[in-house]
T-cell receptor, first 113, second 117 residues
Framework: QKEVEQDPGPLSVPEGAIVSLNCTYSNSAFQYFMWYRQYSRKGPELLMYTYSSGNKEDGRFTAQVDKSSKYISLFIRDSQPSDSATYLCAMSEGNFGNEKLTFGTGTRLTIIP | GAVVSQHPSWVICKSGTSVKIECRSLDFQATTMFWYRQFPKQSLMLMATSNEGSKATYEQGVEKDKFLINHASLTLSTLTVTSAHPEDSSFYIC?????????????FGPGTRLTVL
């Protein structure tokens, strides 16, 4: 069993729709939960991070962590074609700046104009 | 700010040759650099962690004699794939972490696509 499971998609939604991306994990020691966006042939770009359980909102993006269920989500409101990319969840046991990151496989998202 | 570059962006080489990939932090000093590998439709896997002036720490299953990492300065780390074989073909991505609060996270480079013929 992989430590982090993520549906690879692809996921296609019409512009303006709400997008829900999810990951599950098995390591209860994970404390930091991150979402990265990766465009084709580019490196990952940090979108949001949360520490422990709870919600965090940043503009059109909301990250949600449920440690009891070992489940994290990223919601994108009012989706735009520019949101089309691969979204990676990542987790770490300690401060994600200097700790090993464990990534999901990524979900490829396409927003249809 | 917090820009990380990689060179080359892509490279094709013959089996048995060695390839060097550079990772640079352009506008900050990177105390720690990380090297990841990403196979098609798979997740990024950490290969090794290097601190400036120290030997790299390799993840289990990664051959340190095959993947040589040098972190000689606070802005440059190199990964050399020695005696490359077709199974080493992959997307190699580095990340860098700085020493101040603004750069105290991992910033990723754009990646290097290696194809071994």
């Amino acid at each position: 069993q992989k430590e982090v499971e993520q549906d690879p998609g692809p996921l296609s939604v019409p512009e303006g729709a709400i997008v829900s991306l999810n990951c599950t994990y098995s390591n209860s020691a994970f404390q930091y939960f991150m979402w990265y966006r990766q465009y084709s042939r580019k490196g990952p770009e940090l979108l949001m991070y949360t520490y422990s359980s709870g919600n965090k909102e940043d503009g059109r993006f909301t990250a949600q962590v449920d440690k009891s269920s070992k489940y994290i989500s990223l919601f994108i409101r009012d989706s735009q074609p520019s949101d089309s990319a691969t979204y990676l969840c990542a987790m770490s046991e300690g401060n994600f700046g200097n700790e090993k990151l464990t990534f999901g496989t990524g979900t490829r998202l396409t927003i249809i104009p | 700010g917090a820009v990380v570059s990689q060179h080359p962006s892509w490279v094709i080489c013959k089996s048995g040759t060695s390839v060097k990939i550079e990772c640079r932090s352009l506008d900050f000093q990177a105390t720690t650099m990380f090297w990841y590998r990403q196979f098609p439709k798979q997740s990024l896997m950490l290969m090794a962690t290097s601190n400036e002036g120290s030997k790299a720490t390799y993840e289990q299953g990664v051959e340190k004699d095959k993947f040589l990492i040098n972190h000689a300065s606070l802005t440059l780390s190199t990964l050399t794939v020695t005696s490359a074989h077709p199974e080493d073909s992959s997307f190699y991505i580095c990340s860098a972490r700085g020493r101040d609060s603004y750069t105290d996270t991992q910033y990723f480079g754009p990646g290097t696509r290696l194809t071994v013929l």
